[in-house]
């Protein structure tokens, strides 16, 4: 080549690498895709989109065609807390969300949700305020999961304004996020810490007056009931707060350990997020341990993990991890499998079957006699959790059968009252509908 | 030959691909056209070996075309096939290039009078498109002369540069100034009329060209700084008295300030590109057509998001090949008016490229030019194929 070309040439070829530099930044290095302006964003909307189907296959949410356009189609309203809804305008939530990624691309997520108990759930809730969760105690597997008020996904259009409106706030999902003192469905716990620290044992004699005095301040029983001597066992099942005021008061900071052990005052990972509760200072005194021994003060829990603290008694001490998703298929991806996963040793395994005895004492007997069930042992312990506002927090969580546990609940309504007379007929009627489903399933949730 | 003949038939091939692809899932109302396009190029061919010019220029230029067209017809049936006619008066705009005798000493300087003659015609008797009044009507047909007005006044600032080479050498004072001032002059009116038709692209592009040109005929340190300072002085006094100059300004140095306003259309050029990633989402299925200006200024940002950075590499790789090509064309001609012609063509297309996708990628402030061969416009195109006839006449063995 000439000067002149050979000039001309190293100028054009100079400007061809400093746009391919250019090019290869933007388009290979930089990431705009989540640019608030790029339309890209909302591109997911006008391609199909996989289905998130129930763990019998059923569809829980699926595309539909309707006049050329897709349309998102929802099997269960009270499952938009589950699912979450996927809208042009509003945006998307739940699994939706956490999933959309394979989900645009056409793959199928199969859920742990049994549809069929979600419904009666459903029912069961219907017009209340709260959560409730069913999970098989043994794998973690989320059964059920409802948050109560819910948005209908499938008419968000109609009624945005109205839920927006609502003041029972049904975008929140109190499942995972809702935060409630336990009252005395922490009990059980605190037996186990008691246990394991050997500062009690199952058959210790406790003289009950109906109240007790520590550092200077009186903690009573409900409506200040004397129990006179009872086992730590039956302390537990008539809930009696002057036993477990000073159980907690002798455990003091140790106490922290099992609660922390069970799950408790930490966001689980779960793919809808999860509020992590709140755990007390350890600096207290003993009034305050007492306070914290019968679920009040300053602990705050979620369902999900009462859910999950519940199963690890019902399973023989292992916190298992909750899970929603068991399997992500479909497509060109690889399919991705979820099995359950010890989250940690929550309680030594003797402690746990001591304290299921407890708890089957409170439903034989006890406070949580309404969740009893015809012909099936059952576990359970109620939870009235006083608030600074309104009627109490009522919790029940239990599960079913007693001594080869299939189903484990927890269920909260938010200022429901008396736990024993709205939250444990509730919560019996769960997991006698949750028995129903593994066996109608014609299989066993088990695995 | 037998490889000439193969490169054609593989060129057949991916057209026939693309037809292939096109069809899918709609009816290929207009695949005649990107038929017909393969042939004209196939034609204009064996014209070229036939007449002893330089034929493997078309090769790139008919995977430019062709390409273009394709991505047109994606976009809008019509535009497709508006540009496939202005393609039908381009092979005609191609033979007069190629059979033309473009260095004969009888032109004189009448490719400036030309040139001025057009740019001075739009301004009195053009119509007003976009902001910009840079179209000529010839009764139901519009152009735009400043395509045609760039390619004379190349031709006529080689012919002077290099009829007045030893004068213009000559050091400072005087005597140098007497030659180069009246060139200085003329493009200095022609610049002004470019700019009062607010076309803004094409009078920075013919400056650059010129401005390497002249560096090359007549190489001379001077000659760059003056060049340098003349540059800004006109963009500070554009600055000045264009508003339009200093939005653009703004759209370019500072998009994501005003992501909804100046910066709107360069943001979504870059989030197309980007959605492109390496490999592109595929003809169709990129959301390029949301930008304005797609089919014009930003065809390259929805081949960017469509074709990915693959495609985009080859694209612009076909551009450096015909630069390449066009270059050795430049060495093998003995005329230096051929030579330094040819070398102004290619640097008309390098530029233009540079500035328009560096304009795409924020390397550049946008100056709203189409991509040679590929962009919509049929006054575009008919102009670049004949700087392609003129290129593959350069070497020519003609009669004089």
């Not at chain 1, 001597?229 to 907690?248: C, G, H, K, M, P």
């Not at chain 1, 755990?279 to 305050?288: K, R």
Request: include cysteine; glycine fraction near 12%; charged fraction near 15%.
């Amino acid at each position: 080549m000439s000067s002149t070309s050979r000039k001309s040439f190293t100028a054009i070829l100079s400007g061809f690498f400093l746009i391919l530099a250019g090019l290869i930044y933007w388009q290979v290095i930089a990431d705009l895709s989540d640019h608030p302006l790029n339309p890209r964003r909302y591109d997911v909307f006008r391609q199909p989109r996989g289905a998130i189907l129930d763990r019998w296959g059923t569809p829980l949410a699926c595309t539909v065609r309707q006049n050329g356009d897709y349309v998102r189609v929802y099997a269960c309203p009270s499952l938009s807390h589950v699912t979450g809804y996927f809208h042009q305008r509003y945006g998307m939530t739940g699994l939706e969300r956490t999933y959309n990624s394979s989900l645009a691309q056409g793959q199928e997520v199969h859920t742990t949700i049994d549809l069929a108990l979600q419904q009666k759930l459903e029912a069961l809730m219907e017009g209340r305020v709260g959560a409730a969760i069913a999970m098989n105690p043994k794998t973690g597997e989320v059964l059920a999961l409802l948050s109560s008020p819910y948005v209908d996904p499938n008419k968000l259009d109609e009624f945005w304004s109205d839920y927006a409106a609502d003041p029972r706030s049904p975008f929140v999902n109190r499942a995972t996020r809702g935060q409630y003192p336990p009252g005395s469905a922490v009990k059980p716990f605190v037996l186990a810490a008691a246990l394991a620290d050997r500062i009690t044992f199952s058959e210790e004699r406790w003289q009950d007056s109906g109240r007790v005095v520590l550092s200077g301040r009186t903690i009573s029983n409900f409506q200040s009931q004397g129990w006179g001597s009872l086992t730590s066992l039956e302390a537990l099942a008539n809930s009696s707060n002057v036993v477990f005021a000073q159980l907690a008061a002798k455990l003091g900071p140790r106490l922290l350990d099992t609660l922390r052990q069970c799950g408790l005052g930490e966001a689980l990972p779960f793919p809808l997020g999860s509020a992590a509760g709140k755990l007390p200072p350890a600096e207290q005194s003993a009034y305050g341990w007492g306070q914290i021994g019968i679920g009040q003060g300053s602990l705050l829990v979620t369902p999900l993990q009462m859910a999950a603290a519940v199963s690890a008694i019902a399973n023989g001490g292992q916190l298992m991890r909750p899970y929603l998703v068991e399997e992500v298929r479909g497509g060109w991806r690889l399919p991705r499998l979820q099995r359950p996963v010890v989250y940690s040793q929550a309680v030594p395994q003797w402690t746990a079957a001591a304290v299921r005895e407890g708890m089957v004492l409170a439903v034989q007997q006890g406070t949580a006699k309404g969740a009893a069930l015809p012909g099936v042992i059952a576990a359970g312990k109620t939870g009235t959790a006083e608030t600074l506002t309104g009627d109490d927090h009522a919790w029940f969580i239990g599960f079913a059968p007693a001594h080869d546990p299939r189903i484990a609940v927890a269920v909260v309504l938010a200022h429901g009252g008396l736990a024993s007379e709205t939250a444990a007929p509730l919560g019996g009627l769960v997991m006698q509908a949750a028995l129903e489903a593994c066996t109608q399933g014609g299989m066993q949730i088990e695995r | 030959m037998r490889s000439l003949a193969l490169s054609w038939l593989e060129l057949a091939g991916w057209f026939g691909l693309a037809l292939v692809w096109l069809s899918q899932g709609r009816s290929l109302v207009l695949w005649w056209q990107l038929a017909a396009i393969w042939a004209g190029f196939a034609v204009l061919g064996l014209l070229t070996r036939h007449l002893g010019g330089a034929h493997s220029l078309l090769l790139p230029a008919a995977l430019l075309v062709g390409l273009g067209w394709i991505f047109l017809y994606r976009l809008r049936l019509e535009w497709a096939a508006h540009q496939f006619s202005g393609f039908v008066v381009g092979l005609a705009a191609y033979c007069v290039g190629l059979m033309g005798n473009w260095a004969a000493s009888r032109t004189k300087y009448v490719f400036g009078v030309l040139a001025a003659a057009l740019l001075i015609g739009t301004l009195l008797f053009g119509v007003w498109v976009g902001g910009a009044k840079a179209w000529l009507a010839l009764g139901p047909y519009r152009f735009q002369p400043v395509e045609f007005a760039r390619v004379l006044l190349i031709l006529f600032v080689v012919r002077y540069l290099v009829e007045n080479k030893p004068l213009l050498r000559l050091g400072g004072g005087w005597a140098a100034a007497k030659y180069w001032g009246p060139l200085a002059l003329f493009m200095g009116c022609i610049l002004l009329l470019l700019a009062v038709q607010r076309d803004l692209g094409p009078a920075l592009l013919l400056f650059t060209v010129y401005c390497i040109l002249s560096g090359l005929v007549v190489p001379a340190r001077k000659l760059l700084a003056a060049y340098s300072g003349l540059a800004f002085a006109g963009i500070g006094v554009g600055l000045l008295l264009f508003p339009h100059l200093r939005i653009r300004m703004t759209a370019w140095l500072h998009p994501w300030e005003h992501a909804e306003g100046a910066g709107y259309q360069i943001l979504q050029g870059l989030f197309a590109l980007n959605s492109g990633k390496v490999l592109g989402r595929g003809i169709g299925a990129g959301m390029g057509e949301l930008i304005s200006e797609v089919h014009t200024d930003f065809l390259f940002a929805l081949v960017g998001e469509e074709l990915g950075f693959a495609g985009v590499l080859s694209l612009l790789s076909l551009y450096l090949i015909m630069a390449f090509i066009g270059l050795r064309l430049a060495d093998h001609t003995s005329d230096p008016i051929e030579k330094y012609t040819a070398v102004g063509i290619v640097l008309l297309w390098s530029v233009q490229v540079f500035m328009v996708v560096g304009g795409i990628i924020r390397l550049v402030p946008l100056t709203g030019m189409t991509l040679p061969f590929v962009s919509y416009g049929s006054s575009s195109l008919v102009a670049q194929m004949w700087m392609l006839g003129i290129l593959a006449s350069v070497g020519r063995v003609r009669a004089r």
